[in-house]
């Protein structure tokens, strides 16, 4: 019978040991490997794991929406779009906007939002909002950023920038008096159409609750662009009301039933309204300034009213040939239909487009609003 070698104790436990090691280190690599094939997928787990409610909300918009939202660019990205925010276009309540370019050499807007003058449910209104929009009179909306506080919307650029700088600059533009009544009177035109394919045109119906000049936007034709849609409601079915408990707008151009409640409901008439408020400030008539000087205190629509009978001068702040008088006076019958107190008094904005294009001899003399007296 042969003997079998006796092993030493240590040896032994020397190649049980080693064996063991070998194995760990096995395991290890096979989990490199997997964690290096598979990085991006545990580093979203892990992002999701971790993201505030605010990051949770932008991936479940994106989740929703698929295809409807559009590019989401890093804020680094945007950083170098703008050149390190070198050109500043202008400054407004929830943010800044800045010139920049894209890789295709495309030029943009970028729109960098103040965390608190926008809520993160603003935000992503707006982006919802503007991604199912396709029309000539709104904006374009190119991408959006969003990382923590940072938060920008990457818009076509405009180069005449926007209505009100338009408006209060006309009298300096190299251009004849004749052409900057033309060009205003497509303005009023092209907002209205914008208006309509929101109210109308869409899949989803959108009121847009803050049309006023400063979020009218120019390109290099003139052609208005409906911008800002941070205070839009969508509304689902063919209904156009809405139920809202804050005050949507910008004072002078919101509607008094989103003030008043018991003047009727909120709707796409609400719109209108703005738009006709809209119209009135185009054609030099300031909605700020309630009373007129040197008319005996009377309310500016009592002073409009007064001056539109066809044989009185209608005292505009520029001067105006007796053809563009003519339009000068289709648009502000059309703007003091927009504006009657009572929503249901309003035509939709595809009348108003009717009317904008129509004979001046065929439209009839609105009544006159009520007014609340101000306080």
Not at 220 to 249: E, H, N, W, Y
Not at 261 to 277: F, P, Q, T, W
Request: a positive charge; aromatic letters at 10%.
């Amino acid at each position: 019978m042969s003997i079998l070698p006796v092993i030493p104790f240590d040896l032994a436990m020397k190649k049980k040991t080693g064996g063991a090691v070998a194995i760990i280190i096995s395991i290890s690599a096979i989990a490199i490997i997997f964690f290096l094939k598979n990085k991006n997928k545990i580093f979203s787990w892990k992002v999701l794991l971790f993201k505030n409610k605010k990051d949770r909300n932008v991936e479940k918009l994106m989740r929703i929406h698929g295809s409807l939202v559009p590019r989401r660019y890093h804020y680094i990205d945007v950083k170098k779009m703008t050149n390190l925010f070198s050109e500043k276009l202008g400054q407004g309540g929830f943010g800044a906007v800045y010139k920049g370019k894209i890789e295709d050499g495309s030029l943009v807007a970028v729109k960098i939002l103040m965390e608190s003058k926008s809520s993160t449910e603003e935000f992503i209104n707006e982006v919802v909002s503007i991604s199912r929009t396709s029309h000539i009179n709104v904006i374009t909306l190119l991408g959006f950023c969003y990382e923590g506080n940072r938060r920008a919307l990457i818009f076509e650029y405009m180069p005449n920038g926007s209505l009100d700088k338009f408006i209060s600059s006309r009298r300096t533009l190299n251009m004849s008096s004749s052409m900057k009544w033309k060009i205003l009177y497509q303005i009023a035109i092209g907002i209205a159409r914008g208006l309509e394919y929101l109210h109308r045109g869409c899949n989803t119906r959108i009121l847009h609750f803050d049309i006023k000049p400063q979020n009218i936007l120019l390109d290099q034709d003139f052609i208005p662009k409906i911008s800002d849609f941070g205070l839009a409601k969508l509304c689902l079915g063919q209904d156009s009301a809405v139920s809202t408990l804050s005050m949507r707008g910008t004072v002078g151009f919101i509607a008094p039933e989103v003030v008043f409640r018991n003047l009727g409901r909120i709707s796409h008439k609400s719109d209108v309204y703005s738009y006709g408020m809209l119209i009135l400030e185009m054609l030099g008539f300031k909605n700020s300034d309630i009373i007129v000087s040197n008319s005996n205190d009377m309310y500016f629509l009592e002073w409009i009213y007064g001056n539109l009978e066809p044989n009185k001068d209608l005292k505009l702040l520029v001067n105006v040939s007796e053809e563009e008088e003519v339009l000068v006076r289709k648009m502000i019958i059309v703007s003091l239909w927009c504006i009657q107190t009572s929503p249901y008094d309003r035509p939709p904005i595809v009348k108003v487009i009717d009317m904008l294009e129509g004979s001046f001899e065929s439209l009839q003399m609105p009544p006159k609003p009520i007014l609340y007296p101000p306080t």
